[in-house]
């Protein structure tokens, strides 16, 4: 047998005659690194506040009152101010033993519950018929109401998952060579593109001209055509047709000059700033003779 194997088996005897001895002895006080305590130790330091537990725990004033109002199971808009600041005064007595510098808002709110008690018992101001008496718990009960809304939301944000609470972000390496950096792009960037391209549509581009022929005859034909079935006196705006367009109207303007020329028709005004009229200047054979030669386009 090896020494090693030896040891060991002395230690396993050795071990099963000290349980069998404890086990003839009365329950240890403790065990500290598997040795027997029957007695307490003479120099055994235990402060005070070592073994207290605080099972509830409260976010402030409003948490509490909250909370009592919940456990009581009444309604939030009907609270019995005696049996709450009661309990109340009593979670703030337990307090001040321990944690006096944390019960300074505690007693700020215990200071306002005990005034609305007071103010309960106290008669109240008539009021004109028809309005409701002002209650002194109104304002409490907001305070209470918004802070449990708020409270409930944060509970709802709280069960959100979290990174690094409720999962892990997964990394992955990547090759910074296979990664292609391209630049930003920013809106003036974009605005000096689109230029350049209407720089290069202006430069490109082109029309056509077509050639249109427009007899001045043809025009002195229809001026005198006009006259004649408008009883030969007519105001001069009403001789020119906008939609002929531009060329069209410019020959015919020049028609009407070369009729005045040739004694054919007259242009007159009354006065200054007056309409201006034109009028035959011939009358009988002579107009049809005139129309046809200015129809057949004889000079």
């Keep these: 047998m090896s020494a090693d194997v030896e040891a060991a088996v002395l230690d396993a005897a050795e ?41 509830d725990a409260f976010e402030g004033p409003l948490d509490l009152l909250l909370y009592l109002i919940r456990k009581a199971n009444i309604d939030i808009l009907d609270i019995p101010m005696a ?3 009661r309990q109340y005064l009593d979670y703030v007595d337990a307090m001040r033993v321990t944690h006096l510098e944390l019960a300074a808002e505690y007693l700020v709110m215990a200071a306002m519950l005990i005034e609305i008690k007071s103010r309960m ?8 018929e028809g309005e409701d008496a002002a209650d002194p718990r109104a304002e409490l009960v907001r305070r209470l109401m918004e802070y449990e809304r708020i409270k409930l939301a944060a509970q709802k944000i709280n069960q959100i998952d979290q990174a690094e609470r409720d999962f892990l972000w997964v990394e992955t390496f990547v ?43 043809e025009h002195m034909g229809m001026i005198l055509r006009a006259l004649r079935e408008r009883g030969g006196y ?58 046809e030669e200015a129809e057949d386009g004889i000079e």
Excluded at 121 to 128: G, S, T
Excluded at 185 to 211: F, N, T
Aim: charged share 25%; net charge negative.
């Design 121 to 128: 018992l106290l008669p109240r101001p008539k009021v004109a």
């Design 175 to 217: 090759e910074k060579g296979l990664i292609k950096h391209y630049p930003e792009v920013h809106l003036a960037d974009l605005q000096a593109a689109w230029q350049g391209i209407l720089r290069q549509a202006r430069l490109h581009k082109h029309h056509q001209i077509a050639r249109e022929e427009l007899s001045v005859r």
């Design 234 to 291: 007519v105001q001069f705006e009403t001789l020119f047709d906008p939609l002929l367009g531009a060329p069209a109207l410019v020959v015919h303007f020049i028609a009407m000059l070369e009729l005045a020329r040739e004694r054919l028709i007259d242009i007159t005004q009354t006065e200054a700033f007056q309409p201006v009229y034109i009028r035959q200047a011939f009358q009988g054979d002579t107009e049809s003779k005139v129309i």
């Design 83 to 85: 049996p709450l600041t």
């Design 15 to 55: 071990a099963a005659e000290t349980e069998t001895a404890d086990d003839a002895l009365p329950p240890a006080l403790a065990r500290i690194y598997g040795q027997r305590m029957d007695t307490m130790p003479q120099d055994l330091y235990i402060p005070p506040d070592a073994l207290e537990i605080m099972l």
